[in-house]
């Protein structure tokens, strides 16, 4: 309930939009370069709210979003949306240094404003759609016009899904095609082909289908690294990166399966450390532009709860979910990040963290009480894994 709250108060009643956090300049690495302006509205931290948000059962919310959405996507070009919007719409951040300030623990530059809005990142996509997808579960078939803008924006995708980014993390480095917009690309035509199906609406079925099951071949051919045993951060990579812990849990791929629980082994070994878990690891391979080591990511530890839950660890996810509850604030507040040492760093509070945190809660509290309301749920008393996550 406090993170709900939270989240709730960082949502604009005004306009629908909801910002990532509430502050700027706070560092990821005390001292370092590594501070940026959260006080905007990305589709990914918005969609990812809503859906803890509708699982709440905030519809209102949701609802608002979606139209602050739709507005933009009326308003730009073929491709639909950008990655991020101010808070009342606007589409231009531009990034400006304040030089005249020494910053948190003399942490510099101090930044305003946020460059990456001029990213390309294909997730968000994945991310819009799924959002709408939960809207329409509640609310009912989209208005016509709506799915007119929606079904253009597919189509768009459905050309243009292998086109390499910046990645869900926003690297400043190169850009790769990323297994971070692969996987929600597959998001994205996946929904929107659920959509169309239940609520008999025009779009171009076949084509739509034949794209997301391409994609989802090309994520396990050409992001599947036999060595490591997992699905890797970008195409031909050795990397990993804590955001294939999505998979299981936007159901691309089933939690039993060989190459899964092989893939939850190496995030353990590799990213994990006690309860919380890196992002990924900078190397020379997946540099990403920036000077420093971060923390660990607290969303990301949240997920690496859900999906050990998920994939029938249930013991395990619940002992490090209370873990990190003694991580946030005399508030149950928590930031983007935390040090070995339990400091938090970067901008504070953290939609992000607070609703990887609902959906943590929500799915264990399905798995420790046996409820199969959820047709994803599944009997894990009776999973045998005689090697085990440990």
Not at 316 to 342: I, Q, V
């Amino acid at each position: 309930m406090r993170s709900a709250l939270t989240l709730k108060l960082l949502t604009s009643s005004e306009y629908g939009s909801i910002a990532a956090a509430a502050t700027f300049g706070l560092p990821e690495v005390l001292g370092g370069e590594r501070n940026w302006d959260y006080r905007y509205c990305w589709v990914r931290d918005s969609a990812f709210t809503l859906y803890s948000l509708s699982r709440l059962g905030y519809y209102d919310e949701a609802e608002a979003f979606v139209h602050f959405l739709m507005e933009r996507a009326v308003e730009t070009g073929e491709s639909g949306l950008q990655i991020m919007y101010r808070m009342d719409g606007g589409e231009k951040m531009p990034e400006v240094d304040l030089s005249h300030l020494s910053g948190y623990a003399g942490s510099r530059p101090v930044r305003i404003g946020n460059a990456a809005y001029q990213q390309r990142q294909m997730d968000i996509y994945g991310e819009f759609l799924d959002a709408l997808y939960i809207s329409t579960k509640a609310r009912g078939k989209p208005a016509y016009a709506v799915w007119t803008k929606i079904s253009r924006i597919v189509d768009w995708l459905s050309r243009n899904w292998h086109l390499p980014d910046r990645g869900i993390w926003e690297s400043r480095g190169e850009p790769k095609e990323y297994l971070s917009s692969r996987l929600m690309c597959w998001v994205a035509l996946d929904r929107a082909l659920k959509i169309a199906e239940f609520h008999s609406l025009p779009a171009d079925i076949l084509t739509w289908r034949g794209e997301r099951d391409k994609i989802q071949k090309t994520i396990i051919e050409e992001f599947w690294n036999h060595e490591v045993g997992a699905f890797t951060q970008f195409k031909g990579s050795s990397t990993l990166d804590a955001v294939v812990l999505l998979m299981p849990l936007v159901k691309f791929i089933n939690p039993r399966d060989p190459m899964w629980t092989s893939t939850l082994k190496a995030v353990r070994k590799h990213l994990v450390r006690d309860c919380l878990v890196k992002r990924y690891i900078n190397t020379d391979e997946n540099d990403d532009g920036l000077e420093g080591e971060e923390g660990a990511f607290t969303i990301c530890s949240f997920w690496y709860v859900e999906a050990l839950a998920r994939t029938g660890y249930v013991a395990d996810a619940r002992l490090l979910f209370e873990k990190l509850h003694t991580y946030g604030n005399h508030l149950g507040l928590f930031s983007e990040e935390l040090s070995e040492t339990g400091d938090h760093l970067g901008n504070f509070p953290q939609a992000l963290t607070h609703l990887s945190l609902i959906s943590a809660a929500i799915w264990l509290d399905r798995s420790l009480n046996g409820n199969k309301a959820d047709p994803g749920y599944f009997e894990f008393k009776m999973m045998e894994d005689p090697d085990g996550i440990y």
